[in-house]
């Protein structure tokens, strides 16, 4: 595990972008679930996928979102921690949840932190109803596991393009605490949703005016070259974020950043993503 480690007052924080999949989760999902190690380099349109497919991005790409998920937050947690710490009730969006594996990660990172945290409220969205399934059985499997109360809405939807961003507004009412989208956003690049407009800045315009105050978005995707919108998608998401005004917090250095998730499957398995923390600006 990578460790950085520097002093803030009383504070000890510990950075890090190394992790092993918890043995319990392990077991669920490549055990109980039956999911399969099966990496690819092609662009991820889940959407699309049937059950078979599910599977194999579960065992292969659910880990590495858990991974992500869970370096991201903590150490954006630890950072800004009297904001977070004491805190006994949070509310997340995520928004192309697929099978949930940043939404366990951010659990296992804010649980370890908040020891105050009663109840968590999670709303997501995502098109492929296996993948919402799944999502579903994990989350239970989860709440055998920890202390906190958890309470959960799942919404079925399908963003055909960036009218249909439109409905979330009558689906969604309330503010969050937590928005968030992991790796969702190339594939309405990639299927050409948002035709040539930039899908980076319609999903941060969508969804900035649902943030609570204080609240956070996370927006974290892959770094590949997009052969549609004939773009690296880090430099789309920077040029659509600088469009709308937003407060970035915290980001990757670099181009991207590497993290690494280790479990049963494959030891040291490697992803790479480009992240941005967006916060909003004003205070009490």
């Known amino acids: 595990m990578f460790v950085r480690e520097s002093a803030r007052g009383n ?49 292969t790409y659910f880990p590495r979102s858990y991974a992500e998920s ?53 709303t997501v969205l995502d098109g492929n109803h296996a993948a919402l399934r799944i999502f579903e059985n994990v989350i239970k499997e989860y709440l055998t596991h920890t202390k906190i109360s958890i309470t959960y809405k799942v919404i079925p939807q399908v963003i055909e393009d960036f009218y249909d961003l439109s409905i979330l507004d009558a ?18 690049v990639t299927k050409e949703r948002f035709e040539q407009q930039n899908a980076y800045e319609h ?39 600088s469009k709308t005004g937003c407060n970035i917090v915290m980001k990757n250095a670099g181009y991207n950043q590497r993290f690494i998730i280790s479990h049963s499957r494959h030891k040291k398995d490697e992803s790479k993503v480009a992240w941005r923390i967006i916060q909003t600006r004003w205070r009490n």
Do not use: H
């Open 171 to 188: 689906v969604v009412t309330q503010k969050f605490d937590i928005i968030m989208s992991f790796k969702s956003i190339c594939e309405f």
């Open 203 to 241: 999903i941060a315009k969508t969804f900035l005016p649902k943030l609570e105050n204080l609240g956070i978005m996370v927006l974290a995707d892959v770094t590949t070259y997009n052969s549609v919108s004939q773009e690296w998608l880090p430099t789309m998401m920077d040029k659509g974020l």
């Open 11 to 59: 504070i000890r924080r510990f950075m890090v972008d190394s992790v092993s999949l918890p043995l319990w989760l392990d077991d669920y999902i490549f055990n109980q679930l039956k999911a399969n190690y099966c990496p690819s380099n092609s662009d991820m349109t889940v959407i699309d996928w049937d059950k078979s497919n599910v599977l194999n991005y579960l065992g």
């Open 70 to 122: 869970y370096c991201i937050f903590r150490n954006f947690f630890i950072k800004d921690l009297l904001s977070w710490i004491f805190r006994d009730k949070i509310s997340i969006f995520d928004f192309g949840c697929g099978t949930g594996g940043e939404i366990i990660g951010l659990l296992m990172a804010i649980g370890e932190l908040s020891p105050n945290l009663k109840l968590v409220e999670i």
